[in-house]
């Protein structure tokens, strides 16, 4: 149980356009998801908080008006890169936690985005 | 300062040897949960185990362990007979309830290979 898909695995695309990453909770209602970016050979650093039906809290640093999260259900969370740039390159990863309180509650992680702009 | 340290970016070891990944973490937050996760070269990212603030005892799954020194607030995983297929990266994680973020501060990583 509680399997997190990501869509897609990859993207290439061309400085300038937006690309749009999909992260969806299978078999759980996901009332919290997380958004990461992990750059080669680092750490997993958070970019954003979405709440199903509110704006996401992002973290200090990250361009809101970049990188548009919406969470529209308890399913799926989407992110989208706005006007993509060669430094936007990187590995974006979701989670999702179901259990709204429970800190003691794994999160559940989607096999990651690798992006590359060109 | 930061949260989550892991001090070893990287360790070989012996296969079927046991091997321990430090982790220390900060915080002041009586109610906090620590998490170890593997990310193979693949990406994707495998919760491992889990211990809490609260916890009595060590926690343990299979082959990991998770050796917990609250005072020295440390919380190193020890992964038992390792094999071929533990090399991967590690990363030590941690929640603090009280903070109000539901997120995982993550430490920098352990890029752990196991020899023949």
């Known amino acids: 149980g509680a399997v997190v898909s990501q869509h897609p695995s990859r993207v290439i695309c061309k400085s300038g356009t937006s690309v749009k990453i999909e992260c969806r909770s299978l078999?759980?209602?996901?009332?919290?998801m997380f958004w990461y970016r992990q750059f080669p050979k680092q750490s997993l650093m958070l970019m954003a908080t979405?709440?199903?039906?509110?704006?996401?809290?992002?973290e200090q640093g990250v361009e809101k008006d970049k990188f548009l999260i919406n969470h529209a259900s308890l399913t799926l969370s989407t992110l989208t890169v706005t006007s993509a740039h060669p430094e936007d390159s990187s590995f974006y990863i979701c989670?999702?936690?179901?259990?709204?309180?429970?800190?003691?509650?794994?999160?559940?992680f989607g096999n990651g985005t690798r992006l590359t702009v060109t | 300062a930061q949260k989550i340290t892991q001090t070893q970016p990287g360790m070989f070891v012996q296969e079927k040897e046991a091997v321990t990944l430090d982790c220390t973490y900060d915080?002041?937050?009586?109610?906090?949960?620590l998490f170890w996760y593997k990310q193979p070269s693949s990406g994707e990212m495998i919760f491992l185990i889990y211990?809490?603030?609260?916890?009595?005892q060590n926690a343990t799954e299979g082959r990991y362990s998770l050796n917990f020194q609250k005072a020295r607030k440390s919380a190193n995983l020890v992964i038992s007979a390792s094999q071929l297929g533990d090399s991967a990266m590690y990363f030590c994680?941690?929640?603090?309830?009280?903070?109000?973020?539901?997120?995982?501060?993550f430490g920098k990583g352990t890029h752990l290979i196991i020899q023949p």
């Open positions: 211990q809490g603030s609260y916890d009595q």
């Open positions: 915080t002041s937050d009586p109610s906090y949960g």
């Open positions: 989670s999702a936690r179901g259990e709204r309180g429970s800190y003691n509650s794994p999160l559940h």
């Open positions: 994680a941690m929640r603090e309830v009280g903070g109000g973020a539901d997120g995982l501060t």
């Open positions: 078999d759980f209602q996901a009332t919290t």
């Open positions: 979405s709440n199903e039906g509110s704006k996401a809290t992002y």
